[in-house]
């Protein structure tokens, strides 16, 4: 049996019990998955300061689930908040929503583009592309202009993202889509065949699936982060 945590690194109650179901629709059915959230912090993770603010409760979260014997930790936001400062501190594989769906859209197509919620959030998802060298496969980045406290709205999210993916598409050439955020659940059904009634017949990623997918699979193989680019921080 493989034990993932889940960890909200916001102080809100934004993943539901529906959002849990359908974020981990495609894991083992022995795989266990736990949630837990910050009870500090910001309520949503909008930009670098709430990343800032957020990070380290996040990381304390993911130690503690070491601790608990947990296999792996999935710290669930697009932006990645403190995923590579717990990857110094745990010997478990961890990770955020922004590589796993990347490198399964890498797969796929040749030029990526990413939807996200507020346009705060797209200056930090530049960062990550370029910090990952992904400059020339990652073509796009575009907003919906919906805050994430906000994505409860389940046809307009979806309405949004299919709008703006469009624009990727035909403005940018992406050729695979990934959603910029994982509150966007349940939504890439809806995208995806919109695109393909509208003639672009394209592959659409949700990251937190993408994430929990992942972290399975590096659990049962008894991988981890290397040591020669995740050292273990020093003594103070």
């Known amino acids: ?74 710290i669930n936001c697009f932006g990645d908040p403190g995923v590579a400062a717990a990857r110094e501190c745990v010997d478990i594989p961890v990770f955020g929503g922004f590589e796993p769906a990347v490198l399964i859209a890498m797969g796929l197509a040749d030029k990526i583009g990413i939807i996200t919620v507020v346009p705060n959030v797209v200056p930090v998802i530049k960062r990550h592309i370029a910090a990952e060298h992904l400059d020339g496969r990652v073509v796009s980045v575009r907003d919906i202009g919906i805050a994430v406290l906000e994505l409860c709205n389940h046809e307009r999210l979806c309405n949004a993202v299919l709008n703006e993916s469009l624009k990727a598409v035909k403005e940018d050439g992406v050729q695979a889509i990934v959603l910029g955020c994982t509150g966007m659940v349940d939504v890439t059904e809806t995208v995806r065949a919109g695109l393909k009634d509208l003639g672009y017949d394209i592959p659409v990623i949700e990251a937190a ?25 020093t003594s103070k």
């Open 1 to 74: 049996m493989i034990r993932i945590l889940n960890v909200i690194p916001c102080n809100s109650d934004v993943f539901t019990p529906d959002m849990a179901a359908y974020t981990g629709k495609y894991l083992d059915e022995h795989t266990v998955v736990d949630s837990v959230r910050l009870r500090e912090g910001t309520p949503s993770i909008e930009g670098a300061l709430d990343e800032l603010l957020n990070s380290p409760h996040a990381v304390e979260l993911a130690i503690k689930g070491e601790q608990d014997g947990y296999d792996a930790v999935f």
């Open 209 to 233: 699936h993408s994430a929990l997918n992942m972290l399975e699979m590096y659990a049962k193989m008894g991988l981890r982060h290397s040591r020669l680019t995740y050292l273990k921080p």
